[in-house]
């Protein structure tokens, strides 16, 4: 079984506690949306994070999409404080020291207007203009699109993942999740998943997935 889930804002990447530090406790898990017993998250998205997260009752199709060496490509939106210039985009694209490692190379470009999202649970505060960015990467760091974002000046406000792999989010509301299959999420990407970075196909941005998406009761929240 392979689910898609709308990861909401302020929710951990697991279903309970017991991993967490002791400043977790009472936040909201997955457990809140009502998936199915014996699945597990491939990967995790940050607390304060949104967007697509992948889960699973197989543990080799868990490794297959979190092992680095698939380099399966993960799309970000990052709703930036500033005005991103050439300059900037070209660092992002080329790789950044970030602490102790450099980025690998990577997609970024501005996104040409505001996507327009749904309005987050708690209010994004800028304090001056405000840009989208889309960068799609082949790694996966703690924190690591914030920290890139950082690193050229423009501050991450507020972070969605919008793909992973082929699969887009889509029309998938936050707590929504669908049973998915992993063609929708390899399917079409073949050779490139194992090409270097500079190679990366543009996402296919026309991709939705099926109408059938799952509302649930236990999915709703405040």
Same mark, same amino acid.
């Given at each position: 079984m392979l689910i898609a889930l709308h990861k909401p804002f302020e929710t951990l990447s697991s279903f309970t506690h017991e991993t967490q530090s002791p400043? #977790?406790?009472?936040? &909201?898990? +997955?457990?809140?949306f009502g998936l199915p017993r014996g699945v597990y998250a491939a990967g995790r998205l940050d607390f304060d994070s949104e967007g697509l997260l992948l889960l699973s #009752?197989?543990? *080799?199709l868990i490794h297959r999409l979190t092992d680095p060496a698939h380099k399966l490509p993960k799309t970000y939106w990052a709703q930036v404080e500033g005005v991103p210039g050439e300059p900037a985009l070209a660092a992002l694209r080329r790789g950044l020291p970030i602490k102790d490692y450099v980025?690998?190379?990577?997609?970024?470009? /501005?996104?040409?207007?505001?996507?327009? +999202? /749904? !309005? &987050?649970s708690k209010p994004i505060t800028p304090h001056g203009p405000t840009a989208w960015l889309e960068l799609v990467l082949r790694e996966g760091r703690k924190r690591q699109v914030r920290h890139m974002t950082a690193a050229v000046g423009l501050p991450t406000l507020r972070l969605l993942r919008v793909g992973i792999g082929a699969l887009r989010l889509g029309e998938l509301? !936050?707590?929504?999740w669908r049973e998915i299959t992993p063609a929708e999420v390899f399917g079409g990407?073949?050779?490139? /998943? &194992?090409?270097?970075?500079?190679? *990366? !196909?543009? !996402?296919? &941005?026309?991709a939705r997935p099926p109408a059938r998406a799952r509302r649930h009761a236990q999915g709703r929240f405040r």
């Amino acid at each position: 079984m392979l689910i898609a889930l709308h990861k909401p804002f302020e929710t951990l990447s697991s279903f309970t506690h017991e991993t967490q530090s002791p400043g #977790d406790v009472g936040k &909201r898990t +997955l457990s809140a949306f009502g998936l199915p017993r014996g699945v597990y998250a491939a990967g995790r998205l940050d607390f304060d994070s949104e967007g697509l997260l992948l889960l699973s #009752d197989d543990g *080799t199709l868990i490794h297959r999409l979190t092992d680095p060496a698939h380099k399966l490509p993960k799309t970000y939106w990052a709703q930036v404080e500033g005005v991103p210039g050439e300059p900037a985009l070209a660092a992002l694209r080329r790789g950044l020291p970030i602490k102790d490692y450099v980025t690998r190379p990577c997609q970024a470009r /501005a996104l040409e207007a505001d996507p327009g +999202l /749904a !309005p &987050r649970s708690k209010p994004i505060t800028p304090h001056g203009p405000t840009a989208w960015l889309e960068l799609v990467l082949r790694e996966g760091r703690k924190r690591q699109v914030r920290h890139m974002t950082a690193a050229v000046g423009l501050p991450t406000l507020r972070l969605l993942r919008v793909g992973i792999g082929a699969l887009r989010l889509g029309e998938l509301a !936050p707590g929504q999740w669908r049973e998915i299959t992993p063609a929708e999420v390899f399917g079409g990407m073949g050779q490139s /998943a &194992r090409d270097d970075d500079d190679q *990366t !196909p543009r !996402p296919d &941005r026309s991709a939705r997935p099926p109408a059938r998406a799952r509302r649930h009761a236990q999915g709703r929240f405040r």
